[in-house]
């Protein structure tokens, strides 16, 4: 039996991973559930662990996979564990019936590198292609994939070195994880958030200051779907 913060939390972070493809952080979950400290936060990640509803990821920052959901949950999927590929291991091979989009690799073109810290050179050329999942690849319209430089957004559980899979879109919700470019020159991955005329393009590391542009300054060049993990 959970309480009724521990299942307003797990709720949370499964809706995030749906939406994202990542976890939220500490603070987004403290600000949810309307806590005053992220100790709180940590007591009822403990206890969903303890009673086997999620586990969290060792060597990553704030990762955190759902296991299962208790019944009053348990119709709305669980988005993060397939949208995570550990590279360099192999998977076991599928049924020889799965027929399934979910099961094939699609190749997608490596973009080259993009920025989560300070933003780098637009990205225009492709370096190689790179098979993912068919399931990665959410919704309509084509999908790429970029290297990712920096640490910036680490406490979304996306490391230097990652490679991230983008779906090619021009518009973004807030709170979306996107690829942002910058004045026409500059590509940066961050979190998008509008402020009436303006636009915020937010770390997930403190180590970094919230940017803010005019919104004809920034052009959104697509939305986080996926993460590819090397070791």
Do not use: C, W
Not at 38 to 50: F, M, N, V
Not at 192 to 207: C, D, K, V, W
């Amino acid at each position: 039996m959970l309480t009724r913060k521990q299942l307003e939390l797990l709720a949370f972070i499964n809706k995030r991973l749906q939406r994202d493809g990542v976890p939220p952080s500490f603070d987004e979950m403290k600000d949810a559930l309307d806590l005053r400290s992220k100790s709180g936060i940590h007591r009822l990640i403990t206890a969903l662990e303890e009673r086997g509803f999620i586990r969290r990821l060792a060597h990553r920052a704030r990762a955190i996979e759902i296991v299962k959901l208790p019944e009053s949950l348990e119709q709305q999927p669980r988005g993060f564990a397939p949208r995570v590929i550990e590279g360099d291991r192999p998977d076991a091979p599928p049924p020889r019936d799965a027929l399934s989009v979910e099961l094939l690799s699609v190749e997608i073109p490596v973009m080259g590198r993009i920025a989560a810290g300070v933003p780098i050179e637009a990205i225009s050329e492709v370096s190689h292609n790179v098979a993912v999942p068919g399931h990665m690849l959410s919704g309509q319209g084509n999908h790429y994939a970029l290297e990712v430089k920096g640490d910036s957004m680490i406490d979304a559980g996306i490391n230097d070195g990652d490679v991230v899979v983008i779906r090619e879109i021009s518009t973004a919700d807030n709170g979306d994880i996107v690829v942002a470019l910058v004045e026409g020159q500059e590509a940066t991955l961050k979190r998008f958030r509008r402020q009436g005329s303006s636009i915020a393009l937010e770390a997930a590391n403190p180590a970094y200051e919230t940017r803010v542009f005019r919104d004809d300054q920034v052009k959104v060049q697509g939305r986080l779907v996926g993460l590819i993990r090397t070791y």
